[in-house]
C-alpha cells in the first residue's frame, strides 16, 4: 500500500496531553518502577535470609538459562496434558511480551533517541511496521485473556477454585483484559480524533473499532475528550499494575523463570540429605527458618494453576492432599510469620498445623503434581520434609512403623527372617548363582517382595529362568539382600534408609560384578539415582529388568519369533519410578511387542500414567478413599481402552500387588488378569517349546507295525 509522504507516516504519542501531564506521568511512573524495584529487593534479599539449600542450583547458569528460556518460551509445558490451556498461556505470554516490548522501545524513541539525535525513528515503515505487529500481537493477547475469561468464569474449571483462590487472581486476570481491550478503544478513539489517516489501516484492529465509533456517532471533539480520560485511565491502571508485581499474583512472572533457571534436573528423583550434625529435634521442616530460600522460592512461583491438583492420584481418589494447597499453605504461614503472626508446628497429626500429617501420608510419591507442574515446583521435596518431621516426633501410622521396624530388624518390611529370602528358588529346577561366591557380568537385586510375597516369587521365578534361557552372567546376594530404602527415605526414615545404603553398599562391595538389574522399579531409581550421593564408591550402571530383557530380546538370545502369543490383547501400566522418575517408557513396550501380543495404550500412559497407589509408603498404609487409585486403574483399562484388554500388565512387583488388590476390591477378578512382563515372556517361551514340540511330533515318521 503507499501512503503519502511516508516517511513522515508516525502518531503523536502524548496527543491531548499536556506538558504538565506528561511530567505528571513521568513522575508516576518514576514511583511505579521505584516500588516495584524495592518489591523485588525485598523478595530478594528475603530468599538471601533463607536456608541453604543442600543442591547446587546456580551451577552452569548460562546453560540453565538457555533451557528455561526454552522451556518458558516454547510453552512446552502448559501444552503438556491441556491444550486449550497451552493455547490460552501462549496467546497471553507473547502477546505481553511483545506490548512490553514495544512499550519500550517506544520510550527509548522518546526518552533516549530523540533527545541525543534530535530525530525519532518511529516513523515511515518503522512505525507502520510496528503498529502492525502491536495490533496483531496485541489481539492475540486479548483472545488469551479471554479464554482465560472464560475458563474462570464461563465454564468455572474446578481447578481454578479452590481455598486460596481470592481477590488477587480475579483482579489480576481483569487488569490484564482491561490493559488489553483498553488499548485497542483508545486507538480507536485517537483514529476517529485524527480524521482516519489512511495509513492507520495497518492498525487494522483499531481501525475497526474506530469505525464501529464513527458509526456509533462519535465525533472529533468527542473523541478528544474521551482520549484523554482513556489515556489517563489506560496508564494509571498500566502504573499500578507494574508497582503491584512482586506483592501479588504477577510476582510468578519473574518467580516461575527463576524458579525453572534453579530447577534440580533431579528432583524427586533423589532427595536431600539430612546434615549429620542435624539434632532429631531438628530434622524436617520444625519452623518457617527451615525454609531454602529454594523452598520459598517454589512458593512463590506458584501460580494457582491447579495442574499439580488434575494430575494428583491421591486427590483423584479422595484423600486429604491437594499438592497446590499444601505449597500455598506453607507460602501463606510463610508469610503470616514474616507479617508477625505466630509460628505453629508446620505438619502434625491433630491440633493446630499448617500442615495435616493425613495429607502428607496420603501422598504417593509418583511425582505426578512435579511433572504436571509448569514451573518445576519440586512439591516431594517439601513433602519429604513434614514426613522426615512426623517420623521424626513419631506421628506417622502405626503400620508404617510397623514397617520401618520390621526392616530396621530383618531388612525387609515382611517381618520375615533374612535366611528366608532366598526361598523362592527352592522351586526352580536350576540353581540361582550366588554372586558371593563367583564372578558375574550382573548382580541381580532381587527385592523384597519378590523374595517374600507369595505373588511376587513367581515374578523373580520367571526372571531367573530369563536369565538361564538367555544364558545370562548373573547372581544374587542370597540372605545379604536388604531392603533398597526407596520407599523408607519417602516416608521420612532417613537414618534407617542411610543403614540400609550401608548394610547393601558393603554387601555389594564383596562381590565381584559390573552391573546391578533390579525387578523393583523403586529399587532400580535409588541405586540409580541416590546410592551414588550416598557413597562415592557406589558408581555401578543400573537397570531395570525391563532393560536388560529388551537387549536380549534385541539380540536374539531368547528366540522369540514374535508370534507366540499372537492371540492376546493387553494394556501396559507404566510404574512411576521407571516411567516419569526415570524416563524409560520403550523398553517394556518393546519387550511386551516381542511376545506377539496386540498391546492397546490406556488413555494415560507414558509420563502420564496414573499411579497404582503403593509408592510413598502406601503399600503399608490404611486410607479411607472413595475408590482405590488401583480401582480406578483398571476400570481405566477396561472401559476406556479400546481393543478388548484381557490382560494387564505390569513391571513393578508393589504395581503387582496394588492391582492384585484392586482386582478383588473392585470385583474385577472376572474381567482382567494382572500379568509381570517377566511372566508374559515365560508364557512366550512356553509357547515356543510347546510349537516346537508339536512340530517335532508332526515330522517324526509312523513306526511300521
Same mark, same amino acid.
Given at each position: 500500500?503507499?501512503?503519502?509522504?511516508?516517511?513522515?507516516?508516525?502518531?503523536?504519542?502524548?496527543?491531548?496531553?499536556?506538558?504538565?501531564?506528561?511530567?505528571?506521568?513521568?513522575?508516576?511512573?518514576?514511583?511505579?518502577?521505584?516500588?516495584?524495584?524495592?518489591?523485588?529487593?525485598?523478595?530478594?534479599?528475603?530468599?538471601?535470609?533463607?536456608?541453604?539449600?543442600?543442591?547446587?542450583?546456580?551451577?552452569?547458569?548460562?546453560?540453565?538459562?538457555?533451557?528455561?528460556?526454552?522451556?518458558?518460551?516454547?510453552?512446552?509445558?502448559?501444552?503438556?496434558?491441556?491444550? %486449550?490451556?497451552?493455547?490460552?498461556?501462549?496467546?497471553?505470554?507473547?502477546?505481553?511480551?511483545?506490548?512490553?516490548?514495544?512499550?519500550?522501545?517506544?520510550?527509548?524513541?522518546?526518552?533516549?533517541?530523540?533527545?541525543?539525535?534530535?530525530?525519532?525513528?518511529?516513523?515511515?515503515?518503522?512505525?507502520?511496521?510496528?503498529?502492525?505487529?502491536?495490533?496483531?500481537?496485541?489481539?492475540?493477547?486479548?483472545?488469551?485473556?479471554?479464554?482465560?475469561?472464560?475458563?474462570?468464569?464461563?465454564?468455572?474449571?474446578?481447578?481454578?477454585?479452590?481455598?486460596?483462590?481470592?481477590?488477587?487472581?480475579?483482579?489480576?486476570?481483569?487488569?490484564?483484559?482491561?490493559?488489553?481491550?483498553?488499548?485497542?478503544?483508545?486507538?480507536?478513539?485517537?483514529?476517529?480524533?485524527?480524521?482516519?489517516?489512511?495509513?492507520?489501516?495497518?492498525? %487494522?484492529?483499531?481501525? %475497526?473499532?474506530?469505525?464501529?465509533?464513527?458509526?456509533?456517532?462519535?465525533?472529533?471533539?468527542?473523541?478528544?475528550?474521551?482520549?484523554?480520560?482513556?489515556?489517563?485511565?489506560?496508564?494509571?491502571?498500566?502504573?499500578?499494575?507494574?508497582?503491584?508485581?512482586?506483592?501479588?499474583?504477577?510476582?510468578?512472572?519473574?518467580?516461575?523463570?527463576?524458579?525453572?533457571?534453579?530447577?534440580?534436573?533431579?528432583?524427586?528423583?533423589?532427595?536431600?540429605?539430612?546434615?549429620?550434625?542435624?539434632?532429631?529435634?531438628?530434622?524436617?521442616?520444625?519452623?518457617?527458618?527451615?525454609?531454602?530460600?529454594?523452598?520459598?522460592?517454589?512458593?512463590?512461583?506458584?501460580?494457582?494453576?491447579?495442574?499439580?491438583?488434575?494430575?494428583?492420584?491421591?486427590?483423584?481418589?479422595?484423600?486429604?492432599?491437594?499438592?497446590?494447597?499444601?505449597?500455598?499453605?506453607?507460602?501463606?504461614?510463610?508469610?503470616?510469620?514474616?507479617?508477625?503472626?505466630?509460628?505453629?508446628?508446620?505438619?502434625?497429626?491433630?491440633?493446630?498445623?499448617?500442615?495435616?500429617?493425613?495429607?502428607?501420608?496420603?501422598?504417593?510419591?509418583?511425582?505426578?503434581?512435579?511433572?504436571?507442574?509448569?514451573?518445576?515446583?519440586?512439591?516431594?521435596?517439601?513433602?519429604?520434609?513434614?514426613?522426615?518431621?512426623?517420623?521424626?516426633?513419631?506421628?506417622?501410622?502405626?503400620?508404617?512403623?510397623?514397617?520401618?521396624?520390621?526392616? %530396621?530388624?530383618?531388612?525387609?518390611?515382611?517381618?520375615?527372617?533374612?535366611?528366608?529370602?532366598?526361598?523362592?528358588?527352592?522351586?526352580?529346577?536350576?540353581?540361582?548363582?550366588?554372586?558371593?561366591?563367583?564372578?558375574?557380568?550382573?548382580?541381580?537385586?532381587?527385592?523384597?517382595?519378590?523374595?517374600?510375597?507369595?505373588?511376587?516369587?513367581?515374578?523373580?521365578?520367571?526372571?531367573?529362568?530369563?536369565?538361564?534361557?538367555?544364558?545370562?552372567?548373573?547372581?544374587?546376594?542370597?540372605?545379604?539382600?536388604?531392603?533398597?530404602?526407596?520407599?523408607?527415605?519417602?516416608?521420612?526414615?532417613?537414618?534407617?534408609?542411610?543403614?540400609?545404603?550401608?548394610?547393601?553398599?558393603?554387601?555389594?562391595?564383596?562381590?565381584?560384578?559390573?552391573?546391578?538389574?533390579?525387578?523393583?522399579?523403586?529399587?532400580?531409581?535409588?541405586?540409580?539415582?541416590?546410592?551414588?550421593?550416598?557413597?562415592?564408591?557406589?558408581?555401578?550402571?543400573?537397570?531395570?529388568?525391563?532393560?536388560?530383557?529388551?537387549?536380549?530380546?534385541?539380540?536374539?538370545?531368547?528366540?522369540?519369533?514374535?508370534?507366540?502369543?499372537?492371540?492376546?490383547?493387553?494394556?501396559?501400566?507404566?510404574?512411576?519410578?521407571?516411567?516419569?522418575?526415570?524416563?524409560?517408557?520403550?523398553?517394556?513396550?518393546?519387550?511386551?511387542?516381542?511376545?506377539?501380543?496386540?498391546?492397546?495404550?490406556?488413555?494415560?500412559?507414558?509420563?502420564?500414567?496414573?499411579?497404582?497407589?503403593?509408592?510413598?509408603?502406601?503399600?503399608?498404609?490404611?486410607?479411607?478413599?472413595?475408590?482405590?487409585?488401583?480401582?480406578?486403574?483398571?476400570?481405566?483399562?477396561?472401559?476406556?481402552?479400546?481393543?478388548?484388554?484381557?490382560?494387564?500388565?505390569?513391571?513393578?512387583?508393589?504395581?503387582?500387588?496394588?492391582?492384585?488388590?484392586?482386582?478383588?476390591?473392585?470385583?474385577?477378578?472376572?474381567?482382567?488378569?494382572?500379568?509381570?512382563?517377566?511372566?508374559?515372556?515365560?508364557?512366550?517361551?512356553?509357547?515356543?517349546?510347546?510349537?516346537?514340540?508339536?512340530?517335532?511330533?508332526?515330522?517324526?515318521?509312523?513306526?511300521?507295525?
Amino acid at each position: 500500500m503507499d501512503f503519502a509522504a511516508q516517511a513522515d507516516v508516525t502518531r503523536e504519542t502524548f496527543w491531548t496531553i499536556s506538558p504538565v501531564g506528561e511530567a505528571l506521568f513521568y513522575g508516576l511512573a518514576a514511583i511505579a518502577s521505584l516500588v516495584f524495584l524495592y518489591g523485588v529487593y525485598e523478595r530478594f534479599a528475603r530468599y538471601a535470609r533463607g536456608g541453604e539449600d543442600p543442591f547446587d542450583r546456580l551451577s552452569d547458569l548460562p546453560g540453565r538459562t538457555v533451557r528455561a528460556a526454552k522451556v518458558v518460551f516454547s510453552n512446552e509445558k502448559q501444552f503438556k496434558r491441556d491444550r %486449550f490451556a497451552g493455547v490460552m498461556h501462549a496467546f497471553i505470554m507473547w502477546g505481553f511480551l511483545t506490548l512490553l516490548i514495544g512499550t519500550t522501545i517506544l520510550a527509548i524513541d522518546i526518552d533516549v533517541w530523540r533527545r541525543v539525535t534530535g530525530s525519532s525513528f518511529f516513523v515511515g515503515d518503522f512505525y507502520l511496521s510496528y503498529s502492525f505487529v502491536m495490533d496483531l500481537m496485541g489481539l492475540l493477547f486479548v483472545v488469551g485473556v479471554g479464554m482465560a475469561l472464560w475458563r474462570r468464569y464461563g465454564v468455572r474449571h474446578p481447578r481454578l477454585w479452590g481455598k486460596h483462590t481470592g481477590f488477587e487472581d480475579a483482579a489480576f486476570v481483569w487488569t490484564l483484559f482491561l490493559l488489553g481491550v483498553g488499548g485497542y478503544v483508545l486507538e480507536g478513539i485517537r483514529i476517529v480524533g485524527t480524521e482516519f489517516p489512511e495509513f492507520e489501516t495497518v492498525s %487494522f484492529v483499531g481501525y %475497526f473499532v474506530a469505525l464501529v465509533f464513527d458509526a456509533g456517532g462519535m465525533s472529533q471533539g468527542l473523541a478528544q475528550t474521551l482520549y484523554w480520560f482513556g489515556w489517563w485511565s489506560h496508564a494509571l491502571l498500566a502504573l499500578a499494575f507494574v508497582a503491584a508485581v512482586p506483592y501479588a499474583k504477577p510476582l510468578h512472572m519473574l518467580t516461575s523463570f527463576a524458579n525453572i533457571v534453579t530447577a534440580d534436573e533431579k528432583a524427586g528423583t533423589r532427595l536431600p540429605k539430612v546434615p549429620a550434625d542435624t539434632p532429631p529435634d531438628e530434622i524436617g521442616y520444625v519452623s518457617e527458618d527451615d525454609f531454602s530460600w529454594k523452598a520459598m522460592l517454589d512458593m512463590d512461583a506458584c501460580t494457582k494453576c491447579g495442574r499439580c491438583t488434575d494430575a494428583c492420584p491421591a486427590k483423584a481418589s479422595g484423600r486429604n492432599l491437594d499438592p497446590r494447597d499444601v505449597i500455598l499453605d506453607l507460602k501463606t504461614y510463610r508469610e503470616s510469620v514474616d507479617a508477625g503472626g505466630d509460628s505453629i508446628d508446620i505438619v502434625a497429626d491433630g491440633g493446630t498445623s499448617v500442615v495435616d500429617a493425613e495429607s502428607m501420608e496420603s501422598c504417593m510419591a509418583c511425582m505426578a503434581c512435579m511433572d504436571a507442574c509448569p514451573v518445576d515446583i519440586e512439591h516431594l521435596t517439601h513433602f519429604t520434609e513434614m514426613n522426615r518431621r512426623l517420623t521424626e516426633t513419631g506421628q506417622q501410622q502405626e503400620p508404617v512403623q510397623e514397617a520401618m521396624m520390621n526392616i %530396621f530388624q530383618n531388612g525387609n518390611a515382611f517381618g520375615d527372617p533374612q535366611r528366608k529370602r532366598p526361598d523362592w528358588t527352592d522351586d526352580l529346577d536350576f540353581e540361582v548363582p550366588d554372586a558371593r561366591d563367583e564372578s558375574v557380568e550382573f548382580l541381580w537385586y532381587v527385592g523384597d517382595y519378590p523374595s517374600y510375597d507369595e505373588r511376587n516369587r513367581a515374578v523373580a521365578r520367571s526372571l531367573a529362568r530369563i536369565f538361564e534361557e538367555a544364558g545370562v552372567s548373573y547372581g544374587i546376594l542370597y540372605e545379604d539382600e536388604q531392603h533398597d530404602g526407596n520407599d523408607v527415605r519417602r516416608v521420612g526414615e532417613e537414618g534407617l534408609y542411610e543403614m540400609l545404603v550401608e548394610d547393601n553398599v558393603a554387601a555389594m562391595a564383596d562381590c565381584d560384578f559390573d552391573k546391578i538389574v533390579c525387578t523393583d522399579p523403586h529399587s532400580y531409581n535409588t541405586f540409580k539415582n541416590e546410592y551414588p550421593e550416598m557413597d562415592d564408591s557406589f558408581d555401578y550402571p543400573v537397570y531395570h529388568y525391563t532393560q536388560l530383557v529388551e537387549r536380549l530380546v534385541g539380540d536374539d538370545r531368547l528366540g522369540l519369533a514374535g508370534d507366540e502369543l499372537a492371540a492376546q490383547t493387553v494394556t501396559y501400566h507404566d510404574p512411576c519410578h521407571l516411567g516419569r522418575y526415570n524416563g524409560e517408557y520403550e523398553a517394556p513396550r518393546e519387550v511386551i511387542r516381542a511376545t506377539g501380543v496386540e498391546l492397546a495404550e490406556m488413555p494415560r500412559n507414558r509420563d502420564q500414567s496414573f499411579c497404582c497407589g503403593g509408592g510413598g509408603g502406601g503399600l503399608w498404609m490404611d486410607h479411607e478413599e472413595e475408590s482405590k487409585p488401583s480401582e480406578e486403574r483398571l476400570r481405566e483399562a477396561l472401559d476406556d481402552t479400546t481393543g478388548g484388554v484381557e490382560r494387564f500388565v505390569v513391571a513393578c512387583p508393589m504395581c503387582a500387588t496394588m492391582y492384585e488388590d484392586g482386582r478383588k476390591t473392585g470385583s474385577y477378578e472376572d474381567d482382567i488378569d494382572i500379568v509381570d512382563i517377566s511372566e508374559l515372556v515365560v508364557e512366550a517361551l512356553d509357547a515356543k517349546a510347546a510349537a516346537t514340540a508339536d512340530a517335532g511330533a508332526d515330522t517324526t515318521p509312523a513306526s511300521a507295525d
